[in-house]
């Protein structure tokens, strides 16, 4: 080690024989350099594209500034526009809306998620290849998923009416998934689910598979049932999983926009209408921004109280 | 893993074979849509909207030819005099009294979105891999609410900001760029990348830096030919995540660019026939937008199990 023809090692002697701060400009940046060279250009991206316009958005929300009218005078307004969001009522029925498709979309893809992440952990053969496809559908652009799925969803010509007749004999043109009240926020639920099961399924496998085989060799030898093993070892070790994954969809279906508004663009009526799709109304067709600044807050805090509140909750599960 | 006939962790073969249907029933399930955007790109219009649907059918290469090009409608006697058809889509406009009148949008969409959505993921991954690695390795202060912040940013619906953003990029000369794009695409994946790579990178024993920097390297080598080569996976991982993301977003797309900058999402619903939307040049644009992601999807497969957990829950 102590080579003399080995360069590290002279450096090394080199590097003792120099003065300290004259040694750290030879050695390279400091590590407080770097830490802060490492840092700077996130935080400043993240300040100049995501907080301030938030910053803006809040001051936004304080006026009657309208994005169409640029050369318009704005007046603060106080928190009228808070109040009217508040008291809107379709504000409220966009988050009742909202409201029934997270509750129904992540009750179907945390169950359908789960079994069938239950199931490939059988390791069957073949297991690889087809978790691969069943992962396909959330790769896909939700736009142009949204889109398409609209014609799969056209009373006469679509495949799925087709194929739901087919199987109950229900003539195909006698309902409209999207046309109708009653069917439309289940045509949403439908190809939301049908796009982000695999992502529950995968979070789910991740949580299956780091359950060690010592556990299970343990319940064995205690004679604890294949019932009793899934219900006291299995789904309370997956559970912090399941949980993460429930966070995951719930925030990006809360902000849910692209895909209902390609495939229903909020109606028949409103009835689709969730709160991204209003807000968009708000502040790209009426141009009422300060209006929508004010909404798109009250959704942000929203998200953010509920989403901290949650995240509380799971680390209580995972280090229980 | 030691497993013998009897093994507890050993599912039986039964078990394994009653699974292993319901898998695979699922994933054929899944597949139908996918299925119908693929064969409804080689129908004729016609047989897209037929009932009942056609599986069957003769395949056409109408869908391309209207996806890659633009048609002006013609009198019959106009086009009886013109020279003979120089192409297959030439022919087939020529059938219902079209004529092509140039190329499509779709070439330079497609083109912006694949230099936006590689461009953003790598400044993704660049941006993401520093700061991970130095909140992995650094004192810094306030550290758990700086990575806090960094997540929050990504609960934002993108329509809140929308309207500052535009504002801000007319004001700077950004609004429809590719490079405003880049941009806002980056800020929204750095949090996923910084969170990822983070956990990635605490993995990583520090006693190799520790070994390199002993040996006369800097930091900054050590970070380069040590740290980096070992965090491949994350980093792999990462850029998946990133690519999807930029590849397929929609909302700031339609929002803030209208022509130079535009990428393919808003694009391609927006493909217009005779008489509503022309379904089979719509999937065939689906299609060839839907394949990238899918190869690079499929090469890419075994990162992605460790990636998608967020690095949150690593033990």
Redesign the interface.
């Known amino acids: 080690m102590m080579n003399a023809l080995d360069?590290?090692a002279v450096?090394?002697k080199a590097?003792e024989a120099t003065p300290a701060p004259l040694a750290r400009r030879i050695?390279?940046?400091s590590?407080?350099a770097?830490?802060w060279?490492?840092?700077a250009?996130?935080?400043a991206?993240?300040l100049?594209?995501?907080?301030?316009?938030?910053l803006?958005?809040i001051r936004?929300s304080f006026t009657n500034f309208r994005?169409n009218r640029p050369n318009a005078t704005v007046a603060g307004v106080g928190i009228d526009n808070y109040v009217s969001v508040l008291t809107d009522p379709d504000v409220w029925a966009a988050m009742q809306a909202t409201a029934h498709f997270l509750f129904w979309t992540i009750l179907l893809q945390t169950m359908l998620g789960f079994t069938?992440a239950y199931?490939?952990d059988?390791?069957?053969?073949?297991?690889g290849f087809?978790?691969?496809?069943?992962?396909?559908?959330m790769?896909?652009?939700?736009?142009?998923v949204g889109?398409?799925?609209a014609?799969?969803y056209?009373p006469?010509?679509?495949?799925f009416n087709?194929?739901v007749s087919f199987f109950s004999g229900i003539p195909?043109s006698s309902f409209e998934m999207i046309g109708s009240v009653k069917l439309a926020p289940w045509s949403i639920i439908i190809v939301d689910t049908?796009m982000w099961t695999p992502?529950v399924m995968?979070?789910c496998?991740?949580?299956l598979r780091?359950i060690p085989?010592y556990i299970?060799?343990a319940?064995?030898v205690d004679r604890a049932s294949r019932w009793r093993q899934f219900w006291s070892i299995t789904l309370p070790m997956a559970l912090?999983?399941i949980m993460?994954a429930v966070l995951?969809r719930g925030?990006e279906n809360?902000?849910m926009?692209?895909m209902v508004?390609?495939l229903t663009s909020g109606g028949p009526g409103s009835t689709t209408e969730l709160?991204?799709i209003t807000?968009?109304r708000e502040?790209?067709e009426k141009w009422r921004?300060g209006y929508?600044?004010a909404f798109?807050?009250v959704?942000?805090v929203t998200?953010?109280g509920l989403?901290n509140i949650y995240v509380k909750a799971l680390n209580r599960v995972?280090n229980r | 893993m030691t497993s013998h006939a009897h093994s507890v962790v050993q599912p039986s073969p039964l078990s394994q074979r009653i699974a292993g249907v319901i898998v695979v029933l699922y994933a054929v399930i899944t597949m139908v849509p996918l299925a119908w955007i693929f064969l409804t790109g080689f129908k004729s219009g016609p047989d897209s909207i037929a009932y009942p649907p056609k599986v069957l059918f003769t395949p056409s290469a109408e869908g391309y030819c209207n996806l890659f090009t633009t048609r002006s409608r013609q009198s019959p006697e106009y086009i009886a005099q013109l020279p003979p058809t120089s192409g297959i889509c030439d022919a087939f406009a020529r059938t219902s009294n079209m004529v092509v009148v140039g190329a499509s949008n779709f070439v330079p969409r497609f083109v912006n979105s694949l230099i936006i959505a590689f461009g953003s993921t790598a400044l993704s991954v660049v941006l993401g891999v520093t700061a991970a690695y130095a909140f992995s390795r650094f004192k810094v202060p306030a550290k758990d609410d700086l990575l806090f912040f960094i997540l929050s940013t990504r609960m934002m619906p993108p329509i809140a900001v929308a309207i500052p953003i535009y504002l801000m990029y007319r004001d700077v000369g950004l609004s429809d760029t590719r490079l405003g794009m880049i941009l806002l695409y980056t800020a929204v994946n750095v949090s996923l990348a910084v969170w990822l790579l983070k956990g990635f990178i605490d993995e990583i024993p520090r006693e190799y830096e520790e070994a390199a920097l002993v040996d006369g390297y800097t930091r900054l080598q050590a970070f380069l030919k040590v740290v980096l080569p070992q965090a491949t996976t994350g980093i792999v991982a990462t850029a998946i995540f990133c690519l999807i993301f930029a590849w397929n977003e929609y909302a700031f797309a339609v929002l803030l660019t209208s022509g130079e900058a535009q990428t393919a999402p808003p694009f391609i619903p927006i493909i217009i026939g005779e008489g509503g939307q022309d379904w089979p040049a719509v999937a065939a644009g689906s299609t060839l937008f839907l394949l990238p992601i899918l190869v690079f999807t499929v090469l890419l497969r075994k990162h992605l199990l460790r990636g998608i957990t967020f690095g949150a829950l690593r033990k």
């Open positions: 360069p590290h450096l090394d590097v050695r390279g940046l590590d407080r770097i830490a060279l490492f840092i250009p996130t935080i991206l993240l100049a594209i995501n907080i301030f316009p938030l803006w958005t936004l994005a069938l199931l490939i059988r390791r069957f053969r073949g297991h087809w978790t691969t496809v069943i992962l396909i559908p790769m896909l652009s939700p736009a142009v889109n398409f799925w014609f799969l056209q006469q010509i679509g495949l087709y194929v195909p049908w992502y995968l979070i496998l991740a949580g780091s085989n299970y060799e319940a064995e912090p999983f993460l995951f925030i809360f902000k926009f692209d508004n390609l709160a991204s807000l968009k502040a790209f921004t929508s600044s798109a807050i959704l942000f998200v953010f989403a995972k």
